[in-house]
């Protein structure tokens, strides 16, 4: 304890005490630490920061698959992927653990936060191996829906192709010159009232870059804050998601060597709509 307080002391110093009478610093293989612990050479202490109470998001996960050795959900708008910064119990990755008691879960991939969809977890440490091969050697086919403007003078289908870098100190992923290193198909499937409903199938997973390639275009996804320009900081507003989804993810199962394909349930709230017809029945005689 001598050692915690000289390192984490200026922190809370009466709050590590604490937590070393509840037991809550260990030392490998999870097994607590006492106060008189004599700390030798390569010692591995785990001291956990407390976190405030966290409000709940007003988002909901829903399951679309489970088995032995996958879980497949649709993780909703503003719920991160996993833990980090003011998110930790409030991520998807927590909140599945909890509900479904599977302290071994860990996601095979990632969405931003403010990107809806099929997101896939391993359930099973023996075979999760098997599964992150998959992603590794980008065996899966995953398939996205975004909604944004329509420009006509804008040939579709056609390839994004770029050179991104994201630094881990700014906040925005950027396009630089170089050799490319992400790729992106993106096809219109249908457009109303300057509205478009795009298809966007990465061939590349740098970060955020179905919105850099769509900004790129001249067509940013709707609702985006951070493309093509970045606006102030402003509390969630969840009635203003940001219109772009996972909508499936396809691979070959390398348990039972069978195609699977997972899609979601969830929609897009500003994908257009086609006009209504303003014909009416006639009137009976």
């Known amino acids: 304890m001598d050692y915690v307080l000289s390192r984490f002391g200026h922190v809370d110093p009466d ?3 604490d937590r070393f009478a509840r037991g809550e610093v260990v030392g490998v293989g999870g097994i607590p630490l006492t106060q008189q612990t004599p700390l030798n050479e390569h010692t591995f202490i785990w001291y956990y920061r407390e976190l405030p109470p966290e409000k709940r998001l007003p988002v909901e996960i829903s399951i679309l698959h489970q088995d032995e050795n996958l879980l497949v959900v649709d993780k909703p708008h503003f719920l991160p992927t996993t833990p ?14 909890v509900q479904l008691d599977i302290p071994d879960l860990i996601p095979m991939h990632r969405l931003d936060r403010m990107t809806a969809g099929v997101l896939l977890f391993s359930t099973n440490p023996d075979t999760r191996g098997k599964y992150q091969t998959l992603f590794e050697k980008r065996l899966i086919t995953k398939e996205y829906e975004a ?27 950027q396009e630089v010159p170089g050799e490319p290193n992400a790729e992106t198909h993106v096809d219109l499937l249908e457009a109303h009232d300057g509205v478009g409903r795009y298809r966007l199938q990465p061939h590349t997973g740098k970060t955020h870059q179905l919105r850099v390639h769509m900004a790129s275009l001249g067509i940013g996804i709707l609702n985006d804050s951070f493309y093509p320009e970045l606006l102030p900081q402003a509390p969630d507003d969840y009635a203003r998601p940001l219109q772009l989804l996972a909508r499936s993810v396809e691979f070959v199962d390398p348990l039972t060597r069978q195609e699977v394909r997972y899609r979601s349930g969830l929609t897009l709230a500003c994908a257009p709509k086609p006009p209504q017809s303003n014909r009416h029945s006639p009137a009976a005689d």
């Not at 003011?86 to 909140?95: F, G, I, N, T």
């Not at 909604?147 to 040939?155: I, K, N, S």
């Open 15 to 17: 709050g590590i005490v």
């Open 84 to 97: 980090g910064g003011m998110y930790v119990a409030e991520s998807a990755l927590v909140r599945l653990r």
């Open 147 to 173: 909604v944004a403007p329509v420009r006509t003078d804008l040939e579709l289908p056609c390839v994004v192709r770029s050179r991104m870098i994201k630094s881990r100190t700014y906040l925005l992923a």
